[in-house]
C-alpha cells in the first residue's frame, strides 16, 4: 500500500514489533524512539543472560561486560556485551547454576529501557 499510512497504537510490543515498518516509543509525552524496529533492536546493545545463582547481585554487577542486573522472582537477569565471557565467569563462580537461557532483548525490555527514567534528549533512537 503505497502512499498510505496506518497507526496502530497498542500496548502489545510483539505485535508491533512484527507489524510496524516505523515504530515511536513515548516516555512522559516525549518522543524517545522513532525508527524502524530493526534500528532500534539495533541500538540496544547487549544479551540476556537469566539463570537461577546462588551469587548476589553485587557480584553479577561487576563481571565483565555486564551492564545492568535485574531479579525476576527466583531469577537473575544480567544484560552483557560479551556473552561468552560473562557465561565463563558466572560459570566459575557457580557451578551449580541452573535455569540458564540466553536470548536478545525484546521489544518490551527495550522499551522498559527507553522509559526506565525521565526523558532526555540524550539517548533518544531516531
Given at each position: 500500500?503505497?502512499?498510505?499510512?496506518?497507526?496502530?497504537?497498542?500496548?502489545?510490543?510483539?505485535?508491533?514489533?512484527?507489524?510496524?515498518?516505523?515504530?515511536?516509543?513515548?516516555?512522559?509525552?516525549?518522543?524517545?524512539?522513532?525508527?524502524?524496529?530493526?534500528?532500534?533492536?539495533?541500538?540496544?546493545?547487549?544479551?540476556?543472560?537469566?539463570?537461577?545463582?546462588?551469587?548476589?547481585?553485587?557480584?553479577?554487577?561487576?563481571?565483565?561486560?555486564?551492564?545492568t542486573v535485574s531479579m525476576s522472582g527466583r531469577f537473575s537477569e544480567?544484560?552483557?556485551?560479551?556473552?561468552?565471557?560473562?557465561?565463563?565467569?558466572?560459570?566459575?563462580?557457580?557451578?551449580?547454576?541452573?535455569?540458564?537461557?540466553?536470548?536478545?532483548?525484546?521489544?518490551?525490555?527495550?522499551?522498559?529501557?527507553?522509559?526506565?527514567?525521565?526523558?532526555?534528549?540524550?539517548?533518544?533512537?531516531?
Amino acid at each position: 500500500m503505497k502512499g498510505k499510512t496506518i497507526v496502530l497504537t497498542t500496548h502489545y510490543l510483539e505485535e508491533a514489533d512484527n507489524l510496524a515498518d516505523k515504530i515511536m516509543v513515548m516516555n512522559a509525552g516525549k518522543i524517545v524512539a522513532d525508527a524502524a524496529p530493526d534500528d532500534i533492536h539495533n541500538e540496544v546493545s547487549g544479551t540476556i543472560v537469566r539463570c537461577q545463582t546462588s551469587v548476589l547481585q553485587d557480584v553479577l554487577r561487576k563481571l565483565s561486560s555486564v551492564g545492568t542486573v535485574s531479579m525476576s522472582g527466583r531469577f537473575s537477569e544480567l544484560r552483557t556485551t560479551l556473552v561468552n565471557q560473562t557465561l565463563t565467569e558466572l560459570l566459575g563462580l557457580d557451578p551449580k547454576l541452573s535455569d540458564l537461557s540466553v536470548s536478545q532483548p525484546k521489544l518490551e525490555d527495550i522499551f522498559s529501557e527507553l522509559t526506565a527514567s525521565a526523558p532526555s534528549e540524550k539517548g533518544q533512537i531516531k
